[in-house]
């Protein structure tokens, strides 16, 4: 079971994406702005964010301990380790033989724990407003998402994410109604967990997202800030992987010239699908008015039905 | 020595214990060390027994009985030793942790409280060890005595009180219905061993009615919703060293119970049985973390969470019943593992987080969370213990809690890929609920340890905390150590346990674990490495390091400010986000779950003033009874004493007589049985 090669491959991507999503953060800043005739920023501002960030003092306040100095690494470290595990560009994931759909889902869980818990570190109103609006979002979305994925998990006979992946690409898992459904509800869950209007202004502080991160500055808060561009990454390459995974390799692979031609038809192919997906989340987003916080969960329980929906569809094998 | 033996032993070295510390009583310091450390060897004793038996299956151990209708057998199998073994490793962390803890009661008869605890130890040892239902009922009703007395400890609290009589009457209607379906089995297998209950031939509707009966009654002891009423008013009235066995090892015998007489002893159960289970353990899961999210009172809230975590162990015992019932091995397996796995370690991290709340009682002699705050620095190696516990309850990866909560998606997964439409409905949505229920439980541990131990302080005493003494500090960290290792060792602990279902319950046997994987049966439906997943998520700390290395991150300064930030104002330590309004968000959203909980109050209320309004009128009923009934009754008695003080003659020679004779009506008695 055991596999070097995947272990590479897992970490290689993960990094990949790591190295990506401030830039997918920015194409979707930078469409923001054209949509509002601003000019906006270049594409590359997030990554001279960060840089600068790196190199600024950082400020602790007297109440926060050890746990809001680690969040950064934790939450990251858990990224990273959920990143490994998505199908990308290829129908197999790559830690597949050491974890499931459903510990993609609980590394999110791990993360999101500590980065609420951060919020609440240093006693700042604002963070401990933003852990518990975090965590409420939470609430509603993450039984959508794990509702469709089992679904699709059932159609599939399998948790392990490369096995529906696969059977998803292969066409032994139709695009029956319920999968069209269920990849409603999980882009829709998707998009809330992205930190998109009309629940939240990833971009704005002292707002939902961003609130835990009121306390946070220097290296700690460039951290932070890319772990949560890495995560909606993360979320879209799941996304992409069990529902749209078209385009991707699929083993047995080709060998030589072959193969590299391969790797490069499906990585562009990936990288188009992504910047679709971030380029309706703005055009959406844009469309959109923001909504007071607490009534979020009138358009959640919408997703919700849906994915029950699918389910349904799923029972009565349409 | 024989694991019976050893087993046996530890039981004896705890019935010394609990004497010895009632004669050590007047010698609070010497009774509560020498007591401490008495418990902690004997509980060894017990772990060594429990492994022991997992070795050798020892031969179940007849002693001789004077009633022809119960042995007194001692047996050891795979779910008893289980049993054994976890109420001895808990009982070791509450015995040491007990040296310091009991401190703080320096006006109060300390060897009293250890000579219930050691005998509520000792009971329940004997309790999944018995193979015979009427002794089982004999130690449940000593169990349930002597954990009142642990409840109403502080009896000059109404609350206690209250609670203890609460208690006692759930437990009582419980004990009630147990003691019927046992006598329901007995009818028909004439006898009250447990291997007659086995081999009884029942009618499928006295079985039906035995499962019910059974059911309630271990379920009012476990806390199935809505028989949890009790729960967090008891949990909160003891002392925390042993509220930390009530809420994990006291849960756990009446699991087993459950387990041994309504699945083991009833034999292939009935499809709907499942359903039932499954329905309360939906309802117990829902309802327990809802409440427990808007408790303030941090032993409270562990309560109510104890309630969520019943319902998952339900949810996983629901779906092996059915999967038995449908002659499906694997998922029988599945589920009754997930159950006994989730139970096993529900009872090391609640106990760690009850002996958590009572350390911050110790030093601030509060349970309210917003009393609390900042003890992360006062308090560092409290915290983190309560951290690892928090997290294991909030199923985070790679700790316990996370491992056996995959087993219950697994084993509710592969029960509902397979036949029939009940399951295939049902059991998914039970996944949902499983999903809600672990974002809403992440939302309860964030609060507890967050409402604690981040932020400011909100209080004086949270201010000017201590380090919890080193005693509670050890039983702390056993606890904790237990969770990290019932997490990452996984591998290797999954096929004893599935040693203990497939034994318990005669199935083929089946594969779930090889090298440092665990796999539902199938290695292609899901493979799950819980000490690769922890080395690699430690491994990938190295990238964030090496990047802020790369920009230069490291050279630049760190300061430290007085307070946060607060929009320009002075910051104030009430600006910070306390425990109760942490919910907020989530009592809105979810009102409807409140509402019903403020109905049922309601309804209660009009039960309570309607009773109210009869006593009056029961009160002049009783006194007419009572002077109709009394007096006959008074003579009545009065008069057969004097009739048998006839029999009294003071001659030692008609004393023998009455022996002779006695002897002579039992001899005929067994002769004309045998």
Redesign the interface.
Same mark, same amino acid.
């Given at each position: 079971?055991f596999s070097i090669r995947l272990l590479l491959m897992g970490l290689l991507q993960?990094?990949a994406l790591?190295a990506l999503a401030p830039l997918l953060s920015g194409f979707a800043r930078v469409w923001r702005a054209k949509m509002h005739n601003r000019r906006g920023p270049s594409l590359f501002q997030n990554y001279r964010d960060l840089?600068k960030l790196?190199?600024?003092?950082?400020?602790?306040?007297?109440?926060a301990?050890?746990?809001f100095r680690a969040t950064?690494?934790?939450v990251?470290?858990?990224m990273?380790?959920a990143a490994?595990f998505i199908p990308l560009g290829i129908t197999e994931s790559p830690?597949?033989?050491?974890?499931?759909l459903?510990?993609v889902?609980?590394?999110f869980?791990?993360a999101?724990?500590f980065f609420?818990?951060s919020g609440?570190?240093?006693?700042?109103?604002f963070?401990?407003?933003g852990?518990?609006?975090e965590?409420?979002m939470?609430? =509603?979305v993450?039984?959508v998402? =794990?509702?469709t994925l089992?679904?699709m998990?059932?159609l599939a006979?399998?948790?392990?994410l490369g096995?529906i992946s696969a059977k998803v690409a292969s066409g032994a898992i139709p695009y029956y109604t319920s999968v069209w459904l269920g990849m409603l509800a999980f882009a829709f869950a998707a998009f809330v967990e992205m930190g998109k209007l009309p629940f939240d202004l990833a971009e704005a502080e002292q707002e939902l997202q961003e609130g835990p991160l009121?306390?946070y500055s220097?290296?700690s808060l460039?951290?932070m800030k890319?772990g949560l561009y890495l995560k909606q990454a993360v979320i879209v390459t799941l996304f992409l992987a069990v529902f749209l995974p078209f385009g991707s390799l699929t083993p047995p692979l080709p060998a030589g010239w072959t193969l590299v031609f391969a790797t490069l038809m499906a990585l562009a192919a990936f990288l188009l699908k992504v910047m679709a997906f971030y380029f309706i989340a703005a055009v959406l987003e844009n469309a959109m008015a923001r909504v007071r916080?607490?009534k979020?969960?009138a358009v959640t329980w919408a997703s919700l039905g849906a994915a029950m929906l699918a389910?349904v569809f799923y029972?009565a094998n349409v | 020595m024989d694991a019976i033996h050893l087993l046996l032993f530890s039981v004896l070295l705890f019935g010394l214990n609990a004497l010895a510390a009632l004669a050590l009583n007047p010698f609070q310091r010497v009774a509560r060390v020498a007591s401490g450390l008495w418990g902690a060897l004997a509980s060894g004793v017990g772990v060594l027994a429990a492994l022991q038996a997992f070795t050798h299956a020892p031969t179940p151990l007849e002693l001789s009985d004077p009633f022809h209708f119960g042995q007194f057998i001692l047996q050891l199998d795979g779910l008893s030793a289980l049993m054994a073994g976890m109420i001895s490793v808990l009982g070791l962390a509450s015995s040491v942790y007990s040296i310091s803890y009991l401190g703080q009661y320096a006006q109060r008869p300390i060897g009293v409280l250890s000579f219930f605890t050691n005998a509520f130890i000792a009971l329940m040892l004997l309790l999944v060890a018995v193979g015979n239902a009427f002794y089982f009922l004999i130690f449940w009703e000593m169990m349930t005595l002597a954990s009142y007395f642990l409840v109403i400890f502080e009896d000059e609290k109404k609350e206690s009180l209250q609670a203890g009589y609460l208690y006692m009457l759930v437990a009582h209607a419980g004990a009630a219905l147990i003691m019927l379906a046992f006598f329901i089995f007995y009818w028909s297998a004439g006898n009250f061993d447990f291997a007659a209950f086995r081999q009884s031939q029942l009618s499928p509707t006295s079985r039906s009615l035995i499962f019910l009966l059974a059911f309630f009654g271990f379920g009012a002891k476990a806390g199935i919703a809505p028989l949890h009423i009790w729960m967090p008013g008891a949990y909160a009235a003891t002392p925390s060293h042993a509220a930390s066995l009530l809420s994990s090892v006291m849960k756990a015998t009446a699991v087993y119970g459950l387990l041994r007489f309504c699945v083991d002893l009833l034999g292939t159960p009935e499809v709907w049985w499942g359903g039932v289970v499954l329905f309360f353990g939906a309802l117990s899961t829902g309802l327990g973390v809802f409440y427990a999210l808007t408790e303030r009172d941090l032993k409270r809230m562990l309560a109510y969470s104890s309630v969520e975590h019943v319902g998952l162990i339900l949810l996983g015992i629901g779906t092996g019943m059915i999967g038995f019932a449908t002659h499906q091995p694997l998922v029988t397996l599945l589920g009754f593992l997930a159950a006994l796995y989730h139970l096993l370690n529900h009872s090391f991290f609640k106990g760690l987080l009850f002996l958590g709340a009572g350390a911050l009682d110790y030093r601030l002699h509060t349970r309210n969370l917003n009393a609390m705050g900042g003890l992360a620095r006062r308090m560092p190696w409290t915290a983190v213990a309560f951290l690892i516990g928090a997290l294991a309850l909030a199923a985070i990866p790679p700790l316990n809690g996370f491992v056996s909560e995959w087993f219950i998606y697994q084993a509710l997964f592969t029960g509902g890929s397979g036949p029939g439409f009940f399951v295939r409905a049902v059991l998914p949505l039970c996944i949902l609920l499983l999903a809600l229920a672990g974002a809403l439980a992440a939302m309860v541990a964030v609060k507890m340890y967050g409402g604690a131990f981040s932020g400011p302080a909100r209080s004086e005493q949270a201010a000017q905390a201590l380090e919890s003494p080193n005693a509670m500090l050890a039983g702390m960290l056993i606890l904790a150590t237990g969770c990290l290792a019932l997490g990452l060792g996984a591998p290797l602990l999954t096929p004893y346990l599935a040693q203990v279902v497939i034994g318990a319950f005669n199935l083929p046997p089946a594969l779930l674990a090889e090298g440092i994987w665990v796999y539902p049966g199938a290695m292609e439906q899901a493979l799950l490495s819980p000490p690769l997943i922890a080395i690699l998520w430690l491994g990938l700390f190295s990238v964030p390091v090496a990047i802020v290395a790369l920009y230069g991150g490291y050279k630049s300064t760190s300061r430290v400010v007085d307070a946060p930030w607060a929009c320009g104002y002075g910051y104030s330590n009430p600006m910070s986000v306390s425990a109760s309004s942490f919910d907020q968000p989530i009592v809105v959203t979810f009102s409807g779950v409140y509402t019903l909980r403020t109905l049922l109050r309601r309804l209660l209320a009009v039960v309570g003033v309607t009773a109210g309004r009869l006593r009056p009128g029961l009160a002049r009923a009783e006194s007419w009874i009572e002077s109709v009934l009394r007096p006959p009754t008074t003579r009545t008695i009065e008069y057969l004493g004097q009739r048998i003080q006839a029999l009294q003659m003071g001659d030692i020679r008609v004393y023998c007589l009455y022996i002779v004779f006695t002897l002579a009506l039992l001899l005929i008695t067994v002769f004309s049985r045998g």
């Open positions: 079971m993960a990094l790591l840089v790196m190199k600024r003092q950082e400020v602790f306040s007297a109440q301990s050890w746990v950064p690494y934790i990251l470290a858990a990273l380790l490994a830690l597949g033989w050491m974890g499931d459903i510990l889902i609980y590394l869980a791990l999101r724990f609420a818990l609440l570190e240093a006693g700042n109103t963070g401990g407003i852990a518990r609006r965590l409420l939470a609430a =509603l993450e039984p998402m =794990l509702l089992f679904v998990a059932l006979g399998s948790t392990h096995v009121a306390e220097g290296r460039a951290l890319w916080f607490l979020a969960s389910f029972l | -």
